[in-house]
């Protein structure tokens, strides 16, 4: 157990729809990553926070967007969804996000379907 | 840009032995980590070791090492006495400050099969 959690673990839901994911990081942890796992794009990075503040984005659809709450829990939030975006989504958090020791630590992900 | 790549799509290798799961990276900067990670067919992405690039030894945690050469930006993972239970997505990922924050970047990954 990782220490980080997300939730559902589980999302069926149709073309068009808006959905939003979970994440708790780890305790202590400051930083907030989302990363998107697909069979055809691999492992992407889609979007960093830290601290409540967005620190740096990746092939991040304009679809999507994700905030950062005082308490440090993130949500990922996926609207007009499409085939495509079906997929296993991970959030991870780090102590710091910052340095190239910046060991992250992945929560067990969402499973998205969209039909 | 930072790039991972793992040659291997599959691997087996018999129980009991060992077995080096092959990692290139390129990236320009001069400071950077990496890293591995198994992902079980249950999906949850489980972190096994890091390698800093200014690190002068090779990373070691229990049966896990890691064969790095910077010259050749080679950063192989090495997997002794194999047992069932190492049969997995191995994903090796490099973190860096070129992309302007230390996100990782991932490999395809490589399957690895433990044969009894």
């Known amino acids: 157990d990782s220490g980080v959690t997300q939730t559902p673990k589980h999302l069926i839901t149709a073309t068009g729809q808006r959905v939003t994911l979970r994440c708790s990081p780890r305790?202590?942890?400051?930083?907030v990553y989302w990363y998107q796992q697909s069979l055809d794009q691999g492992l992407q990075f889609l979007i960093q926070?830290?601290?409540?503040?967005?620190?740096a984005k990746g092939n991040i659809l304009e679809r999507f967007s994700a905030q950062q709450f005082p308490d440090l829990h993130s949500e990922l939030n996926l609207s007009s969804l499409e085939l495509g975006d079906s997929a296993l989504y991970f959030c991870?958090?780090?102590?710091?996000?910052?340095?190239?020791?910046?060991?992250?630590?992945f929560g067990p992900g969402t499973r998205l379907t969209v039909l | 840009a930072q790039k991972i790549t793992q040659t291997q799509p599959g691997m087996f290798v018999q129980e009991k032995e060992a077995v080096t799961l092959d990692c290139t990276y390129d990236?320009?900067?001069?400071?950077?980590?990496l890293f591995w990670y198994k992902q079980p067919s249950s999906g949850e992405m489980i972190f096994l070791i890091y390698?800093?690039?200014?690190?002068?030894q090779n990373a070691t945690e229990g049966r896990y090492s890691l064969n790095f050469q910077k010259a050749r930006k080679s950063a192989n993972l090495v997997i002794s006495a194999s047992q069932l239970g190492d049969s997995a997505m191995y994903f090796c990922?490099?973190?860096?400050?070129?992309?302007?924050?230390?996100?990782?970047?991932f490999g395809k990954g490589t399957k690895l099969s433990v044969i009894p």
């Open positions: 991870a958090s780090s102590s710091n996000g910052a340095g190239e020791r910046n060991e992250q630590f």
């Open positions: 305790s202590g942890d400051l930083s």
């Open positions: 926070y830290y601290n409540g503040e967005e620190r």
């Open positions: 990236t320009s900067d001069q400071s950077y980590g």
């Open positions: 390698q800093g690039s200014y690190d002068e």
């Open positions: 990922a490099l973190a860096a400050s070129g992309a302007g924050s230390y996100q990782l970047t």
